[in-house]
T-cell receptor, first 113, second 115 residues
């Protein structure tokens, strides 16, 4: 079956530091890949997505590239801010069923001023 | 603004009691989902619905029930058979269940606790 493995947290960085959160996946076909962000006490918000190999998703300074050869979708940001403190989830989906999203366990990011 | 509304934000359940969590969307989405989130874990799918009057079990459906009488509404009942109901419950919707690149949109969640 499908699975998503995320870098374990928590991750603590200083403001303006470089961020990488690793995500690797196992899928039987050619999934779409997503990063979601969850702020305290809230639901999940879509951060970015990529639907095929070598696609790069980007939003709010965050980027992730769909790497089929390494089955990875690592999240990066060049300079984090305190407001980026949240939990980040990597997820995949494959078409043909509403049971689409398989989530990683989430990575807690704390950015210190 | 279009979105998903979950209520209540906090809910308490007594032993042996059924409780119902509300989820309403005005996005005109066909598919709706219920997830459970436990601390330090990802989301696990409880139930999903592709169209009105149809729904399927997810990975952890035992102790839960749902209905889909209207397109915009997908309430979740946590029954007394669910022995460990304390968790954060998230409702989501998406445009079409058959298209894998359509993202799911989430509500703000309901936190359920046992009294």
């Amino acid at each position: 079956g499908n699975s998503v493995t995320q870098m374990e947290g928590p991750v603590t960085l200083s403001e303006e530091a470089f961020l990488t959160i690793n995500c690797t996946y196992t899928a039987t076909g050619y999934p779409s890949l997503f990063w979601y962000v969850q702020y305290p006490g809230e639901g999940l918000q879509l951060l970015l997505k990529a639907t095929k190999a070598d696609d790069k998703g980007s939003n709010k300074g965050f980027e992730a590239t769909y790497r089929k050869e390494t089955t990875s979708f690592h999240l990066e940001k060049g300079s984090v801010q305190v407001s980026d403190s949240a939990v980040y989830f990597c997820a995949l989906s494959e078409g043909g069923s509403a049971r689409q999203l398989t989530f990683g366990s989430g990575t807690q990011l704390t950015v210190l001023p | 603004d279009g979105g998903i509304t979950q209520s209540p934000k906090y809910l308490f359940r007594k032993e042996g009691q059924n409780v119902t969590l509300s989820c309403e969307q005005n996005l005109n989405h066909d598919a709706m989902y219920w997830y459970r989130q436990d601390p330090g874990q990802g989301l696990r799918l409880i139930y999903y619905s592709q169209i009105v009057n149809d729904f399927q079990k997810g990975d952890i459906a035992e102790g839960y029930s749902v209905s889909r009488e209207k397109k915009e509404s997908f309430p979740l009942t946590v029954t007394s058979a669910q022995k460990n109901p304390t968790a954060f419950y998230l409702c989501a919707s998406s445009e079409s269940e058959g298209i894998s690149n359509q993202p799911q949109h989430f509500g703000d969640g309901t936190r359920l606790s046992i009294l």
